[in-house]
């Protein structure tokens, strides 16, 4: 049985990436046909498609009176997609990544907002049924702070300096048929990365469990970095197709739907009830690492290799710290 779970975690790796490879293709063909920047189009689309295994994750746990699981998957998942999927993407991408910085200080601020707002709610220990509506009410605000930098770009030009193509934001009949085939390639690179993901997450518990390493561990590391999956290989996948912005964009998007999105409806289903010494640990570790990545992104608005080994070591010592501190 060992053996057979070992090929399948080998096996759907493979699979993962060849789906993120659709799924990134996909998206990237979308925003041009729709002439939408990669960085809005990574934030919204690709941000709300791969959060789905955080969000079922942690919503069952909630349901199931897991209030550790719920709130810890949330907020490990924001700390695996800083530092692993994010410092991955700028580590193995063969060109240095630019930012939008102008996109990013928006976001960036509204991001912080949002994860000291969600701290302050949590560091009593509960969060209630309102405090999870005060933040799902707040995806409203998100997404007309979306809609409103959608008209950020210069007239005439993309988000990348490109002339606009001459169909503008209406979209004929050419457009809609041209829009089918990376609409079903993201649709089906989509479905295989989630997946994917899940037969990695199962098979890599199996084989944790099978060789008795603690609970602790496992919570730590399979469970965050596996509900994570799809944001690590859109992210590895988008960087090597020198689509740096589409990682950037999915990371910024997952930030801010892991907290607004996902621990408010888990709240909402079920309060949340942790130990303070959890909260006041994940919390503002979790607003150190999300400075530090708006930090290093915002110096000179490209993200390289350099930076992506710092973000990397600060997921070492998140390890590090959890063992020390809970185990």
Do not use: Q
Not at 226 to 255: F, M
Not at 297 to 326: A, D, E, P
Request: proline share 3%; charged share 15%.
């Amino acid at each position: 049985m060992i053996f057979i779970y070992s090929a399948a975690f080998l096996v759907a790796f493979a699979i993962l990436f060849k789906c993120a490879d659709l799924f990134v293709d996909g998206a990237s063909r979308i925003a041009t046909i729709l002439n939408i920047p990669k960085l809005l189009v990574g934030i919204v689309l690709v941000g709300l498609a791969t959060t789905a295994p955080e969000f079922a994750v942690s919503v069952i746990a909630a349901i199931r009176g897991l209030p550790e699981l719920a709130l810890g998957n949330a907020i490990g998942s924001v700390i695996v997609d800083d530092c692993v999927a994010l410092a991955l993407a700028a580590i193995l991408a063969p060109t240095v990544i630019f930012i939008n910085c102008r996109m990013l200080r928006i976001f960036g601020a509204f991001l912080l907002g949002i994860d000291f707002l969600a701290y302050f709610l949590a560091r009593d220990g509960v969060l209630n049924r309102w405090e999870g509506l005060i933040l799902i009410s707040l995806l409203g605000v998100y997404f007309v702070l979306l809609f409103k930098v959608r008209s950020f770009r210069a007239p005439g030009m993309t988000d990348n300096g490109e002339a606009k193509n001459s169909a503008g934001p209406r979209m004929n009949a050419a457009a809609r048929r041209d829009l089918r085939a990376p609409a079903l390639k993201f649709l089906i690179g989509l479905a295989g990365v989630i997946l994917t993901a899940e037969v990695i997450v199962r098979s890599a518990e199996y084989v944790a469990r099978y060789f008795a390493i603690p609970e602790i561990i496992i919570g730590s590391t399979i469970v965050a970095i596996g509900t994570s999956l799809p944001e690590v290989s859109t992210c590895i996948t988008a960087a090597l197709r020198r689509e740096g912005e589409l990682a950037v964009g999915n990371i910024l998007g997952a930030d801010v739907l892991n907290i607004l999105w996902i621990i408010g409806v888990a709240s909402l289903t079920n309060p949340i009830i942790v130990d303070r010494a959890i909260i006041n640990f994940k919390f503002p570790y979790m607003i150190l690492v999300v400075t530090v990545m708006l930090v290093l992104m915002s110096i000179g608005c490209r993200l390289n290799r350099y930076k992506g080994f710092i973000l990397l070591g600060f997921y070492f010592l998140y390890l590090f710290l959890t063992f020390h501190l809970f185990l």
